[in-house]
Every structure is written in structure tokens, then in C-alpha cells.
């Protein structure tokens, strides 16, 4: 997950932010470190929250990417820490406010902290593209009435289990893990984001299907081997597919959600597996000699390579990058041989 921070501390008479913000904002940075997400920042000025959630992130020795967006003008803020930390920088606009919307872009959920029109501005784009935004009231500023305006949307959590509420209290200590936990829950929740509950309808239903189809031929054994086995794979590959893209919707993730992707992974996953299984017959025929174990009907031969070729499916259609990569190199390879015994 990457979360955008923004906001800062500061009044038209003072530039010097109080000791608990910048305390709050360096337990946020812990918290999000060790929960393992990344960060998209865009300033370091010292009366930023930018700065000090940077400051607590990188206090965690195996901490994610911190992710630098902003104008084309100004120094290139965090120099010192670039060979620490991975650290990637994107100068967009010239100026911060047209700046602000490349910086909601790449980001799954918004966090503000405080600050002045500029969190103002990046709340109206983050909703306007529908990522969740939390802004912290504690400490003024204008995410003190942009949490009065959104707190509304934040039904879709449980108060119970998420206890968004105490961020309206004096900081705590504590409240930089719940910080994260909402974040995360809006994530998975978006409450500007329809969910396409027909697709998890459809994976569901055709993942009993398969399971059950498959269950069926691999129980007839008066079925040629032949047509069994050419069967099983396929029904594997689409098992596979529907337990990815359900894994990844229980993940909150917004990356799989359209039918194109759900048709184009099944079509890769039975190419992948095709392949796969072309190798696998190609075994057969150097131990054997010829293909005549195709046309057994022993019923050990049928459970044997039957439960082979389901599992090359199954993982093609799980582990489409993995399967993909293995089969491109088994490709590699033989096209090697094939030139070395020229």
C-alpha cells in the first residue's frame, strides 16, 4: 500500500512546530515501516509532516520505498539518506498546487497532518480520483475541518474493531498504530470505489464448478487416458486463476477488478500451461520411447499423470509470472541444445 502524507505545523506568526507533532509524525513513520507499506512525500521543510514521518520511517532498518514528488523547482530534498533508502524522485509541474495531483495519483490512501490550503487541495483530488483520505483533527489546521467533512464516509469501517473515533482525543502514543490500521481498512473499504460484487459472485460459483468437473473425470476411469488427462489441466488452470484474483480481492487490492483482466490471466494461464505440459510430455517420450503410455488405462497411470498435469495447471494459473518465467526458460534451454547438436 502507498500512502501519501501531507501537512505541517505552522501559523502565519511561527514556522516552529510543536514537540508532539513532531513526535506523532515520527510514530506514524515508525508504524508505517513496520507494517511494511510505502511512503510518497514531497518536501522536507522542518515545519513539515513530510519531514518527520521520513525521519521515523527510516529509523526502521528494513523499511519500503519512499516514493518524492514535487515541483521542478527547489533543491532535492532527503539527499543525505538516498544511499540508505530506496528512494525514487519525480519533479512533475512547476509549481506545488498543479504538483499535488501527480502526487494522489500513484497513491492508494491519503493521510493529512495538520497544514494549510495545500491539504486542502490534495483532499479534493484524492477524492475526486477515489482514494480514501484520513486527516488527523488533533492538530488544526485544515485537516481539522476536512476530518468533519469526511468523517461521514468512514461507515464503511466497523467502530468497534476500528476505533477511528479516539483520533479525535489528545495524541497518544498509540494511536500511530491506529493511524495505520484505518488507513489500511479504508484501503480494503473504499467507500468511493463500487466494488463489482458480480465478478465475486462469478469466481465463486465457476470455482465450485471446475473443482467439482474436475472431481467427475478424474473419478471416470473408462475415459481414454488420453482425453482425461487433456481435460484435467485446463479445469487445473482455471482453479488456479479464480484462487489468484480471490486472494487479491480478499487483499484489498484495486488491481484485478475488471473482466478483462479475469479473461486475459485464464487465456495466459492455459498458454502457460499448454506449454508446460508439452515438456512434460516430451519427458515421456525420451523415457519411454514413444507415446504409447498415453493409451494406458491403468488406473495407477491415470491417478499418476493425471495429478502431474493438474498441478503443472494449477500453478500456471496461480503463479502466472513464476510459471511464465520457468517456461520461457525450458525454451531457452532446448533451443540451446537443439543448436549445440547442429
Not at 477515489?130 to 489546521?141: D, Q, S, T, W
Not at 476500528?162 to 498504530?177: Q, T
Amino acid at each position: 500500500m502507498k500512502i501519501l502524507i501531507a501537512g505541517s505545523d505552522h501559523t502565519e506568526e511561527s514556522r516552529d512546530p510543536s514537540d508532539e507533532f513532531k513526535s506523532a509524525c515520527k510514530a506514524i513513520g515508525v508504524a508505517i515501516a513496520n507494517a511494511g507499506h510505502e511512503i510518497i512525500v514531497g518536501s522536507e521543510k522542518p515545519y513539515t509532516a513530510d519531514l518527520y514521518v521520513v525521519q521515523g520511517f527510516t529509523s526502521v532498518k528494513k523499511h519500503p520505498k519512499i516514493s518524492i514528488i514535487r515541483p521542478k523547482e527547489g533543491k532535492t530534498p532527503f539527499a543525505e539518506i538516498r544511499g540508505k533508502s530506496e528512494i525514487t524522485y519525480d519533479r512533475k509541474s512547476d509549481k506545488w498546487n498543479a504538483t499535488r495531483i501527480h502526487q494522489v495519483l500513484p497513491s492508494d490512501v491519503v493521510l493529512l497532518i495538520g497544514g494549510n490550503e495545500g491539504v486542502m487541495l490534495i483532499a479534493q483530488n484524492a477524492i475526486a480520483l477515489e482514494r480514501p483520505v484520513l486527516a488527523i483533527p488533533v492538530f488544526k489546521g485544515k485537516s481539522e475541518q476536512i476530518w468533519s467533512d469526511l468523517k461521514k464516509d468512514f461507515e464503511c469501517l466497523d467502530p468497534d474493531k476500528i476505533k477511528y473515533g479516539e483520533l479525535e482525543e489528545s495524541w497518544r502514543p498509540e494511536h500511530a498504530e491506529l493511524v495505520v490500521n484505518v488507513l489500511t481498512a479504508l484501503n480494503k473499504n473504499n467507500p468511493y470505489v463500487k466494488r463489482p460484487f458480480a465478478q465475486h459472485y462469478f469466481i465463486f460459483g465457476s470455482s465450485v464448478l471446475f473443482i467439482s468437473l474436475w472431481i467427475c473425470i478424474f473419478s471416470i476411469w473408462k475415459l481414454p487416458l488420453f482425453y482425461t488427462l487433456f481435460t484435467l489441466q485446463p479445469i487445473s488452470v482455471l482453479i488456479g486463476v479464480n484462487l489468484r484474483n480471490g486472494l487479491l480481492k480478499l487483499s484489498g487490492s484495486k488491481k484485478e477488478e475488471n473482466w478483462t483482466n479475469l479473461i486475459t490471466e485464464y487465456g495466459v494461464g492455459l498458454g502457460i500451461g499448454f506449454g508446460l505440459s508439452l515438456f512434460f510430455f516430451s519427458g515421456g517420450l525420451v523415457i519411454n520411447g514413444s507415446y504409447d503410455f498415453l493409451s494406458s488405462s491403468r488406473l495407477a497411470d491415470v491417478m499418476r499423470i493425471g495429478i502431474s498435469l493438474s498441478i503443472i495447471g494449477f500453478a500456471s494459473g496461480f503463479m502466472i509470472e513464476t510459471m511464465s518465467t520457468r517456461l520461457k526458460n525450458l525454451l531457452d534451454n532446448s533451443i540451446k541444445k537443439k543448436q549445440i547438436t547442429q
